[in-house]
């Protein structure tokens, strides 16, 4: 089942937020991020807030629980995010629908999602506005519309070219359907099409992480992430593990992995821009994720969905049923939260700007950080460019390591 939600604590009912952390609306890009909770199948590796109708059951008929009635759930949710932010003039960056499948939605309630946001928030000139995809989920007709509608940028979910390592990860799709749906996102107009990779699946190969790197470079993407596989505590594939059935990834393994896809990625053209993600230019870059990676403010709509805005850190409660009910209610569907503290927003920044390639300021560290710059840069861990620490490729895959070493 789903991951459990942090215990933090109690929000006020109506949602409101501290004064000071209001104060710092508008100093940085502001997004929202709408999360969609259902899926198809449950893959074995994933813990996301994520529900199949057999999970649903009988509630799956409820308001918010039921895929008809989802975006009124989650409008009423932006409505209430207009009247915590107050009047002030916000208007929205990026928007992101991420899941679960978002494309299991009619185009037209992810299109009346966008169009909300921009009622009660405006959108910048040129916003970002990016949904989440299988490959299976869609047809060229809803590509269409979600152009149409505003939507300019989309994320297929490829994770492999294999079929045994499909199989291994629970993945329906045919491989051979994804260059089919990003020749159709194409033709739909859109202009920033992106590719999601996994690598480390028990039993995929060195030649099988080459074949599913060639093939998404076939499709010609603009951007592709590519994450190691974890095994995350609750999931079947951790239950595989345990049992026996299937052997944990391994480290090794994971960096000639990572190493093979920078060396593809890069040749093709697409330079890193955060330790697991690489794009063509400077414009295919994933907006919104980079809000995350440096210290933006975003409103997280949905089930189990977190936000932050000034250091203030809240998620929603988890079931769809649950989450449609505190808002039919007139109440926040905010389970709990945490105020961030000056010294934990500076770790987090250090943890997250040291992955981008534009690097992390050295004059953030205090004085023992930058006294640890000159012996990870004798280890050909970082380098100095512009008063910013930016990792090297060995670098990267000792990231947290060098997080370590320049932190108190």
Not at 53 to 63: I, M, N, S
């Amino acid at each position: 089942m789903p991951s459990a939600l942090p215990a933090g604590e109690p929000v006020p009912e109506d949602g409101s937020l501290p004064s000071d952390a209001l104060a710092e609306l508008g100093r940085a890009p502001f997004g929202f991020y709408v999360h969609v909770p259902f899926c198809t199948v449950r893959c074995g590796y994933c813990d996301f807030n994520t529900y199949t109708v057999q999970e649903l059951g009988p509630a799956g008929t409820a308001p918010g629980a039921s895929r008809a009635t989802y975006a009124e759930a989650a409008i009423a949710e932006i409505r209430r995010a207009r009247q915590v932010l107050g009047e002030r003039d916000l208007p929205v960056s990026t928007i992101f629908f991420g899941g679960g499948t978002p494309t299991l939605l009619p185009p037209d309630d992810l299109i009346g999602i966008v169009d909300a946001i921009s009622a009660e928030f405006g959108l910048v000139e040129g916003a970002e506005i990016t949904t989440e995809s299988n490959p299976d989920s869609v047809t060229p007709a809803d590509l269409a519309r979600l152009r149409e509608g505003g939507i300019n940028r989309i994320s297929f979910g490829m994770q492999s070219a294999v079929a045994h390592v499909l199989a291994t990860l629970d993945r329906t799709h045919d491989p051979r359907r994804v260059p089919a749906v990003v020749e159709a996102a194409r033709a739909a107009g859109f202009e920033q099409v992106s590719l999601d990779l996994i690598y480390g699946t028990p039993g995929e190969t060195l030649a099988d992480w080459e074949a599913s790197l060639d093939a998404a470079l076939a499709c010609g993407p603009d951007h592709v992430s590519a994450y190691s596989l974890i095994v995350e505590d609750g999931t079947a594939l951790a239950r595989q593990v345990r049992r026996g059935e299937v052997p944990m990834p391994d480290d090794d393994d994971l960096a000639d992995k990572y190493v093979l896809a920078d060396e593809r990625l890069t040749a093709a053209g697409l330079g890193w821009y955060e330790v697991s993600n690489w794009a063509r230019d400077e414009a295919s870059r994933c907006r919104h994720n980079l809000l995350y990676w440096t210290g933006g403010h975003w409103w997280g709509a949905g089930p189990g969905a977190h936000s932050h805005v000034g250091g203030v850190r809240w998620w929603n409660v988890k079931h769809p049923a649950a989450y449609a009910d505190r808002l039919a209610a007139g109440r926040s569907p905010a389970h709990a939260r945490e105020l961030l503290d000056p010294d934990s927003r500076h770790v987090e920044r250090v943890l997250l700007e040291l992955r981008l390639r534009d690097g992390l300021p050295t004059a953030v560290l205090d004085a023992a950080g930058q006294q640890a710059v000159p012996d990870l840069a004798g280890r050909g861990l970082l380098v100095e460019q512009a008063g910013r620490l930016v990792l090297t490729r060995r670098g990267r895959l000792l990231a947290d390591a060098v997080v370590r070493d320049l932190l108190p």
